[in-house]
């Protein structure tokens, strides 16, 4: 069943959006099986966002997942699930289910965290100036829940020349 899943967020993801039907705004429906693909909906053309109070976050993730995701947190390099995973599959937000990396473009950079070189959609992803503890970096946070994923650097392989350096706390992996 995961795997007829997968194969149909990769079919959505690869055709032309289409604006979902109309639904209550600005809140999408989240499932609360972490390892579960929720595919993208869409309301007059954009990303419905999914809205959650603080305590519902804290209800629904572990103390690290809240602590990465919704406080911008990072966990140990190397003490991730995920960043030594070379199974097929995709990389789902912990968040919301949204699939926002394929294991095709994930590569080994030698950082200890799981490093892609591009998301399954660019509109997936958003990214912000982060200037913490002093440095200058692009902070990367799921388009549709607003949790921080990572951060990503211009120092990555062909064809981007980018790194999506994530959190495996942040991410889910759905096998094929």
């Known amino acids: 069943m995961k795997y007829l899943s997968v194969l149909l967020v990769l079919l959505a993801c690869n055709a032309a959006q289409k604006p979902a039907p109309k639904a209550s705004p600005s809140v999408a429906a989240t499932n609360t099986s972490s390892d579960t693909i929720v595919p993208p909906r869409y309301e007059n053309g954009h990303l419905v966002k999914v809205v959650k109070t603080d305590a519902e976050w804290k209800a629904q993730l572990t103390e690290m997942e809240y602590y990465v995701l919704r406080k911008k947190g990072t ?68 388009a549709r829940c607003g949790g921080h994923q990572g951060h990503v650097f211009a120092d990555g392989p062909a064809p981007t020349g980018l790194r999506y350096c994530i959190n495996s706390v942040s991410l889910n992996f759905v096998k094929q």
């Open 75 to 142: 966990e140990r390099a190397f003490s991730g699930d995920l960043w030594n995973n070379h199974e097929k599959g995709i990389f789902i937000c912990a968040g919301c289910g949204l699939p926002l990396f394929s294991s095709e473009t994930k590569f080994e950079s030698g950082t200890g965290w799981p490093s892609f070189y591009q998301p399954i959609k660019p509109e997936y992803i958003a990214d912000q100036a982060d200037h913490s503890y002093g440095m200058e970096r692009d902070e990367v946070i799921c």
